[in-house]
């Protein structure tokens, strides 16, 4: 209290009689200063980890799809990033939200279906090429196996 006589009497003839209380007294720190620096300093950090969150939101969402979705979306999304280009970040938020069709399984299914019919369906051997007797018994081996893998296709195509 004392300082704060000392300030009053020592002030200048033209200034006013109230000092605001956001004026520091000589030789005090600045609260209101070092207030704002704390205060921008959190709003800086903050601001800056929502933008990264936001930045990483499709990322995030096309974790839980399929591999090649996820890579796709996150090379986006460091190229939006890295050349604060939106049309990528777009880009990458439209492809996580619409799952890519898996096309890969089918054809797979079909080509290895195609395969044992063509082994089923294979000429029989000439007779006179077949070196041994040996031979013949493993032809009759795989053309048992073809047909249990048949039946075990058409017996998982009934339960689907």
């Given at each position: 209290m004392a300082a704060e006589q000392d300030v009053v009497a020592n002030l200048n003839p033209i200034a006013t009689e109230h000092i605001p209380p956001y004026v520091p007294l000589p030789g005090q720190s600045d609260w209101l200063m070092t207030g704002t620096?704390?205060?921008?300093?959190v709003m800086i950090v903050g601001i800056g980890v929502f933008y990264l969150k936001l930045?990483?939101?499709?990322?995030?969402?096309?974790?839980k799809g399929q591999k090649l979705q996820f890579e796709i979306v996150a090379v986006l999304c460091l190229i939006a990033l890295f050349t604060?280009?939106?049309?990528?970040?777009?880009?990458?938020?439209?492809?996580?939200?619409?799952?890519?069709?898996?096309?890969?399984?089918?054809?797979?299914?079909?080509?290895?279906?195609?395969?044992?019919?063509?082994?089923?369906?294979?000429?029989?051997?000439?007779?006179?090429?077949?070196?041994?007797?040996?031979?013949?018994?493993?032809?009759?081996?795989?053309?048992?196996?073809?047909?249990?893998e048949q039946t075990q296709n058409i017996s998982d195509q009934d339960k689907g």
């Open positions: 620096a704390i205060f921008l300093i930045h990483t939101l499709p990322d995030r969402m096309a974790h604060h280009n939106h049309a990528f970040w777009i880009a990458a938020l439209l492809l996580a939200l619409v799952p890519i069709p898996d096309f890969r399984s089918p054809i797979v299914s079909m080509a290895d279906s195609l395969a044992i019919i063509a082994k089923s369906y294979a000429p029989p051997p000439d007779p006179a090429e077949s070196p041994a007797p040996v031979a013949a018994s493993q032809a009759t081996v795989e053309t048992s196996d073809i047909a249990a």
